[in-house]
């Protein structure tokens, strides 16, 4: 590589990094806790469910005679959906195809469910700590304009990607040679640098994954499709959904009432009998209780029987008979292929809890090489010919990168702590509430650690105080709920724990590292080449030879 | 150890073309590139590989665009790979047609 490029590809990493720096950190970090939202929507509601709950456990037959009752389900849709490993699940109902039908049922419903209770909660009253954080990672709270935030946080992992493949240009001379060095006792720099390099490479493969199925998921259909659409399609939407299996299945409304609508339970353990390591996801209704209705159920392998395998059938009710079959272990395309795999691996959800560990592990791991980047292009600036307002800036700018960034680990566990001591009810304040608390006290934390102007500080207060709230988390849950760590154990209430265990390791860690930080001594430049007696030169003192001092004035 | 100036762009205009090259251009190209070859592989796969694949080229693309020590010929460049493609994607269109 030419020096030329070396520079041009080095200059290009550092710009694209430090720009979307604050963001990208954001995301990891909320993106990290994300791998546990089941975990921590079950630990808020005190919900535990048992590890092998799935949807076909349920009793859909008693569910749907509750909705009936409720909603008037005569020639309606209706879905049930569990796309978390959550108790409740997502019930959607289509509106009647009976235009006779009452004003209600001609209007069409979504909600959420549980099962257990048969309660059932809006968008607002299900809000919870794990969804808020979920969101936090694509920025959907930014959507301020159509969906700006996704377009944004899309555009931030493309940059991620950008930075990635530069950054291993940059690096790759001495790949190898760097990533056995380390050298905490020399400059700042080095530390940075070393720190920033080694880490980078072990977390390569996982911030590559990361970066390409991020943007994939969030932007990969709206930023891609709209040529596709205008120059392949000539604008047929409806004919690419169709393509794509966008569109859900349409069946004739035959007008003809059933006599007695068929047991769902039965269709659904068919259904699962007939592929041993078939998981059942999702359940759907079409024109409940007409002689043309039909039940399609779908789901995916077991991920140890078969990693990406998306299986489907739809039976006709009445007669029972199979109207479309998708065999998840033979018939797996190529298109829901690469689905899956990049879902499964942006999810982290194919090996249960000790992946979804090392996956926060590491997740916390591309936060640090982020920061550490910030901090080499600070320390890499802070130099005598840089000039003086520059370097203000320049610090400037650090103190409120750090500020944000680090503020967000005590913010986080102050919201933790709120949900479980003052949210006991599911309304629809929940969602102000849980949005209040977290972003006036990630705001008011980052202004004050701004203001301190001392990223050392910043640094050890944010662990220091992250680390005692989190502590606080586990014991809070225990004095509201009576679900202590060694009653939810025993139990099996495995998620309830997590969540609680997961708080302790994380605060225990965050503690050592905040207490082992040392004041870093002003000057970490080696001092002895300088020169004493700065005011002299040649022997003659500088103040005197500068304009203004008295020998000119005469 | 900021990257070494005298290597780097320093003309506002330069960098300009440089900039909007790799991110508008490297999209042009990306997407058809993609397009022309779902008019003669079966579209459905090359669309799905363009939700992530293309993400690959496009970054690289963007790349290669700094690479150029005269960032209006890194438009020229792209321009002429997009009206390539275009090319074949009309073509396509004749023999191939998806809708």
Known sequence: MSNRIYNVLFHTHTVSGIVISVALFVIFFAGSFSFFRDEIVGWERNEPIVETATLSDLDFDVLLDTLNQRHELQARDVAFTKYFDERRINVSLSASKDTTANEAARGRAFFYMDPETSDTYTYQSNYSIGEFLYRLHFFAQLNLWGTSGYLLAGLIAFFFLFAIITGVLVHWKKIVSNFYLFRPKASLKNLWTDAHTALGIIGLPYQFVYAVTGTCLIIGTSVMSPAVVTFMYDGDTNQLYEDFGFNPPHFAWANDPLTEVPSINALVERAEAKWEGFEIRNVEIFDYGDQNMHVGIEGRTHYDAKFAGRGEIVYHAATGEEVKVVNPFTATSYQNAVTAIITQLHFGDFGGMPLKAVYFILGIISCFVILSGVMIWLVARDKKNIPEKQRRFNAWVVWIYLGVCLSMFPATAITFLAVKFFLTTFDASRMTFIYQVFFYSWLVLSVFFTVKRDNYFTNKFTLLGGGILGMMVPVANGLVTGNWPWVTLPAGHIQIFAVDVFWICISIVALIIGWSLKKPTKQNKPTSRQKTNNHLSRGVDVTLSKEGSLQYLN | ?99
């Open chain 2, 1 to 99: 150890m900021p990257a070494n100036k005298k290597h780097l762009t320093t003309s506002k205009r330069q960098r300009f073309a440089k900039i909007t090259a790799g991110f508008l251009g490297g999209y042009a190209v990306t997407v058809s590139l993609f397009m022309a070859i779902g008019f003669w592989v079966d579209h459905i796969n090359v669309l799905m590989t363009l939700r992530f694949g293309g993400f690959m080229l496009w970054a690289t693309l963007f790349l290669v665009a700094f690479l150029f020590r005269d960032g209006w010929k890194a438009w020229g460049v792209y321009l002429l790979c997009t009206l390539v493609f275009s090319g074949l994607i009309y073509i396509g269109k004749i023999y191939n047609p998806i809708v």
